[in-house]
């Protein structure tokens, strides 16, 4: 499979799309032990909105995917940590542990 590259208003010469090996797999347990690393101080607002950014977009450009089965719960999570940074979106402790608690929910 191949992909054309648009640089201004020049098209690049075909690049094939490089898969990685294995594919990182996000699961619950990984999100809310960020959620617990911001409760403990050890993180940033900032830092966990970006690494649940990062997170978000790297399976939507296919290079992670979601734990099986929980797939809506997480996309969930990571949408709202993303914007966690802002106050508007911000969450205090108490909606912390409840998200980390729904997480781990069997």
């Not at 898969?19 to 960020?34: F, G, L, Y």
């Not at 979601?66 to 993303?82: C, K, N, Q, S």
């Amino acid at each position: 499979m191949q992909r054309l590259y648009r640089t201004g208003s020049a098209i690049c010469h075909p690049c094939p799309i490089i898969k990685p090996k294995s594919m990182t797999v996000i699961t619950c347990n990984m999100v809310a032990d960020q959620i617990d690393e911001r409760l403990s101080g050890a993180m940033t607002d900032e830092a966990l909105a970006a690494w649940a950014f990062d997170r978000f977009y790297a399976v939507e450009l296919g290079l992670a995917r979601f734990e099986a089965g929980a797939e809506e719960r997480i996309a969930d999570a990571l949408d709202t940590l993303m914007f966690s940074d802002h106050e508007a979106f911000r969450l205090n402790e108490e909606e912390l542990r409840r998200l980390a608690a729904l997480l781990r929910m069997p």
